[in-house]
């Protein structure tokens, strides 16, 4: 019986060579604090409300 190979904790896409990080390129994200994000997701809420009432469907 053969014997497996270890791949120490990684997946076997990693463990294959299927996928590779180093060769990402580095993408520029937007930075937001949590306070934003929490802050953007209270107006989205209260404006879907407010359009609720507004425009009767």
Do not use: D, W
């Amino acid at each position: 019986m053969p014997r497996r190979r270890r791949t120490s904790g990684m997946s076997p896409f990693i463990a294959a060579g299927l996928v590779k990080f180093n060769e990402a390129k580095e993408i520029e994200r937007i930075k937001l604090s949590p306070q934003a994000v929490i802050f953007i997701g209270i107006a989205i809420s209260v404006i879907v409300i407010i359009l609720k009432f507004l425009v009767p469907l």
